[in-house]
């Protein structure tokens, strides 16, 4: 399996590393050697058709901060190259871990419509071409006879989408509620202590690297709504996108409002929520003994189903090496249905 990598760094750097330290598992295992033969970042490329050597293309990315410097085949970039290399290239599989945009998707939408249009497989940590586009993306896939796989883009290496499309067929799943984002979920937590106001708790969520340097897209509620699209999209087949979500974010949440929550046995959580005709994101009370009440940077997703009842799965929701294990396990999946 021939790798495009877009995007090496928190995620597609973690990703190089799992595959090579799990080469011979994933061999011995799955009977196929994934490969990485084109990495591009920001400023340029490298490639190598035999497969690129993976400690050498991380040396050169922290010693030059591109892989435009790697020996022999590292390129800078010039206008078009990024798509062109994508179209150009006879890999099999692009994996798209460019940073999230929500105004145009750009650059994973053309790196992902790029890639189906030239019949390659995607693999995407990448929301933002999924929370605009992503109906029609479904469609560009099955029209191309490609696939399309997102694992994590929710809940990182906790397996929230798989779960639903493998473990409950035959099931109805009438309403989705859930905690999706571990920085909201962190910053909440920490303001039930009376002295924490909001400023204070995200700048400690940011000092610990939970929170990114402009936290916008998660405080005000984009990353939620952006994975409450993938998965109305994914498990209820709804064909929405990121304008038909009701977006409320936690930055006008004052302490005394928590305070008032834990007095009733309750507390403040960013809930996105899927019901029969609406989803939305918003602050909620919820009960503390409420499964989906979950705290610190953890995710917690309740599938409200028609006989089995409620079920709740919990687990990390982010990190680079737990988004990487998603995007392996979306390799394999492919691998097992495409003989590529
Ligand atoms: N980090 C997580 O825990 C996590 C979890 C789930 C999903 N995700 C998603 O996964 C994606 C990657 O996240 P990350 O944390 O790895 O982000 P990151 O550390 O900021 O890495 C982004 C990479 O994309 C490269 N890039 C930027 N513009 C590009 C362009 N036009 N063409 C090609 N490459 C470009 C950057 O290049 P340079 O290296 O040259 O700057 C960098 O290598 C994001 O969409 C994020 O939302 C992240």
Not at 93 to 120: C, F, Q
Not at 136 to 148: D, I, M, P, T
Not at 243 to 256: E, F, H, M
């Amino acid at each position: 399996m021939r790798i495009i990598l877009a995007g090496f760094g928190t995620v597609g750097q973690a990703l190089t590393k799992v595959l090579h330290k799990d080469e011979q598992r994933i061999v011995q295992a799955y009977g196929f050697r994934p490969q990485l033969t084109t990495i591009v970042d920001s400023q340029g490329s490298c490639f190598d058709e035999a497969g690129l050597d993976i400690p050498l293309v991380l040396k050169t990315k922290e010693k030059y901060g591109t892989v435009a410097k790697y020996p022999g085949s590292g390129h800078r970039n010039d206008g078009n190259s990024r798509t062109r290399i994508i179209s150009d290239s006879e890999a099999e599989v692009v994996v798209e871990t460019t940073p999230t945009n929500y105004k145009d998707g750009e650059p994973g939408l053309s790196n992902i419509k790029t890639a189906l249009s030239t019949r390659k497989h995607v693999v995407t940590a990448n929301k933002g071409p999924l929370a605009l586009a992503m109906p029609a993306l479904l469609e560009l896939a099955r029209h191309r006879n490609r696939q399309l796989r997102f694992s994590g883009t929710v809940g990182g290496g906790t397996p929230f989408l798989d779960f639903a499309a493998k473990c409950m067929p035959g099931e109805k799943i009438a309403r989705i509620k859930g905690i999706l984002n571990g920085t909201t979920n962190y910053i909440l937590t920490r303001m039930e202590n009376p002295s924490l106001t909001f400023q204070k708790a995200l700048a400690e969520a940011q000092k610990k690297g939970y929170a990114e340097k402009d936290p916008t897209h998660d405080v005000e509620g984009f990353d939620t709504a952006a994975k409450i699209v993938i998965i109305a999209n994914w498990v209820l087949t709804k064909g929405i996108s990121l304008r038909d979500i009701k977006i409320t974010g936690i930055s006008k949440i004052k302490p005394q409002e928590l305070r008032k929550a834990q007095a009733s046995g309750a507390r403040i959580k960013l809930i996105g929520r899927i019901e029969e005709s609406s989803a939305s994101v918003r602050p909620e009370e919820i009960q503390a003994d409420d499964p989906t009440c979950v705290p610190d940077t953890l995710n917690a997703l309740t599938f409200s189903t028609e006989h089995a009842g409620d079920i709740t799965l919990v687990g990390p929701g982010a990190g680079g090496e737990r988004t990487a294990s998603a995007i392996v396990r979306d390799l394999v999946s492919i691998r097992k249905e495409y003989a590529v």
